[in-house]
């Protein structure tokens, strides 16, 4: 069963196709990775796992995986820069906000920036319209009427959708980044504890935005498992991100 093909990032030339039951399918060989540590089965001839991490500090996730197949004698290669058509006109006016400030549950709440609240308020007082996306346990506390809380109203495929309307979006390193950076919104993506060079978009019109602390990232030190004050996120105030991106990306109206 695979995803409509409606769906807005499905147009975007990298993606072929978007599979939902996918170990159901025969396949020559799957290849799983180190940080997937998943216990699903594969209907494969071959199945390999990459338990061990990689010195990801010179290696994007993407160049990481075709380097693998690669390995195996495939052939396999990362576009430098992909060109995207935009599936939907998009207002002039008032200029639409996404937000994802996800990534929760156990160390991956430490990816989380704590003040997108208040980021958002200073947005939305700015006249901008600001949508929150994620699941049900990644809603902001905000009463606003320029604010529309989407966290855990939409399915995955419509979360797609709705994103793509959205003039700019800003995430912490997340999953919905990467739909933003493929769908070649404008982005701002927040870095704190995790490899900008393992995780971060490859889209031209992405932007990331770090601490730069002597400590900073700590992914894959035993830093990461005991830091318990994330100073790194904690120390990037509102009004910087504010003048960052609204200098970076010339956001006016």
Not at 129 to 145: A, M, R, S, Y
Not at 212 to 239: A, V
Request: proline share 6%; net charge negative.
């Amino acid at each position: 069963m695979t995803w409509p093909s409606s769906l807005s990032i499905l147009k975007s030339p990298i993606v072929n196709n978007i599979l939902s039951e996918y170990t159901q399918q025969q396949y020559d060989k799957v290849f799983v990775t180190h940080w997937g540590k998943s216990t699903l089965t594969y209907n494969a001839t071959e199945v390999h796992y990459n338990t061990s991490a990689p010195q990801f500090h010179n290696e994007h996730e993407i160049d990481h995986n075709m380097r693998l197949i690669r390995e195996q004698g495939y052939n396999a290669t990362t576009p430098d820069q992909y060109v995207y058509v935009d599936p939907q006109p998009k207002a002039t006016f008032p200029k639409v906000i996404g937000l994802h400030w996800g990534c929760f549950g156990g160390v991956w709440e430490k990816k989380k920036y704590p003040y997108f609240a208040s980021l958002a308020y200073e947005l939305m007082e700015r006249g901008f319209i600001v949508k929150n996306f994620g699941n049900d346990k990644e809603k902001l506390p905000l009463d606003h009427p320029n604010y529309i809380e989407l966290a855990g109203v939409l399915s995955l495929q419509d979360t797609i959708n709705e994103l793509s309307s959205c003039n700019y979006f800003i995430a912490n390193d997340s999953g919905l980044m990467h739909v933003a950076d493929a769908l070649q919104i404008p982005l701002v993506a927040i870095f704190g504890p995790t490899l900008v060079t393992k995780n971060r978009p490859v889209s031209s019109t992405s932007k990331v935005l770090v601490g730069n602390l002597p400590c900073e990232p700590c992914q894959y030190t035993n830093n990461f498992n005991t830091c318990s004050k994330n100073i790194c996120l904690t120390l990037m105030l509102p009004n910087v991100i504010l003048e960052y991106i609204t200098t970076t990306l010339k956001w006016d109206h």
